[in-house]
């Protein structure tokens, strides 16, 4: 029990990941035969479908404005600012976060920074890194889902049209599927920084304190 409540939060959210997963699946599926119908194709099976182009495409679509948004929302928030948002560190001195970390004998501390040396520079970095390289990994598979899928859907209109992975990165659609994704994610953000000026979410360290001025920079 000491465990779970201690890894309540990311717990939660991996498990409504899965939900919400299988629920696009399952909905996904249905829509897939319904428009096979349409056109007179025969059905596929609910595994032939989890590895088609079709739901490829749509899960790391998704995947990949996440990881754009935040990885760069980690990177920006190192040097920018915004006034009175829980969302910014504060806009003048140095924080606990700025502090150059220096290798250490503290058993306490994280392996690289006992380490040092080249581990330790890369792991002062490895959140964005990640991110980084989580959103590569994922407009890669948000390509090769889309060729697939629209190679798919030419054959059934009787085109011989396809696309390899790189190919289909430089066609139109591929670039609306992913505009339609970051603009609404960067919408978000600047939501976010904006109404955590002017609103507050008792408990939420993602909120100022209840009674903090709108012009209090961070959420501390």
Not at 19 to 25: D, E, T, V
């Given at each position: 029990?000491?465990?779970?409540?201690?890894?309540?939060?990311?717990?939660?959210?991996?498990?409504?990941?899965?939900?919400?997963?299988?629920?696009?699946s399952v909905a996904g599926y249905a829509n897939y035969?319904?428009?096979?119908?349409?056109?007179?194709?025969?059905?596929?099976?609910?595994?032939?479908?989890?590895?088609?182009?079709?739901?490829?495409?749509?899960?790391?679509?998704?995947?990949?404005?996440?990881?754009?948004?935040?990885?760069?929302?980690?990177?920006?928030?190192?040097?920018?600012?915004?006034?009175?948002?829980?969302?910014?560190?504060?806009?003048?001195?140095?924080?606990?976060?700025?502090?150059?970390?220096?290798?250490?004998?503290?058993?306490?501390?994280?392996?690289?920074?006992?380490?040092?040396?080249?581990?330790?520079?890369?792991?002062?970095?490895?959140?964005?890194?990640?991110?980084?390289?989580?959103?590569?990994?994922?407009?890669?598979?948000?390509?090769?889902?889309?060729?697939?899928?629209?190679?798919?859907?030419?054959?059934?209109?009787?085109?011989?049209?396809?696309?390899?992975?790189?190919?289909?990165?430089?066609?139109?659609?591929?670039?609306?599927?992913?505009?339609?994704?970051?603009?609404?994610?960067?919408?978000?953000?600047?939501?976010?920084?904006?109404?955590?000026?002017?609103?507050?979410?008792?408990?939420?360290?993602?909120?100022?304190?209840?009674?903090?001025?709108?012009?209090?920079?961070?959420?501390?």
């Amino acid at each position: 029990m000491k465990w779970l409540r201690e890894h309540a939060l990311g717990l939660t959210m991996f498990i409504l990941f899965l939900l919400f997963l299988a629920g696009q699946s399952v909905a996904g599926y249905a829509n897939y035969n319904e428009e096979q119908q349409q056109h007179n194709q025969s059905g596929i099976t609910y595994s032939e479908y989890i590895k088609s182009g079709d739901f490829i495409e749509g899960v790391f679509e998704n995947w990949e404005s996440e990881f754009l948004q935040m990885g760069s929302f980690v990177i920006l928030t190192v040097f920018l600012r915004h006034k009175g948002s829980s969302e910014s560190k504060k806009l003048i001195g140095k924080e606990s976060v700025d502090q150059e970390p220096k290798q250490t004998t503290d058993k306490n501390a994280p392996w690289p920074v006992r380490k040092g040396g080249w581990i330790l520079s890369i792991y002062k970095n490895s959140l964005s890194l990640a991110l980084i390289m989580l959103f590569i990994f994922s407009i890669f598979l948000h390509a090769y889902g889309g060729s697939r899928a629209t190679c798919e859907e030419n054959l059934i209109h009787g085109q011989q049209e396809c696309y390899s992975t790189i190919g289909y990165m430089g066609t139109s659609k591929f670039w609306y599927e992913s505009f339609q994704n970051w603009q609404s994610e960067y919408l978000a953000l600047a939501a976010m920084i904006v109404f955590s000026v002017y609103l507050r979410q008792q408990g939420s360290p993602e909120s100022k304190p209840v009674s903090a001025p709108y012009a209090k920079t961070g959420s501390g």
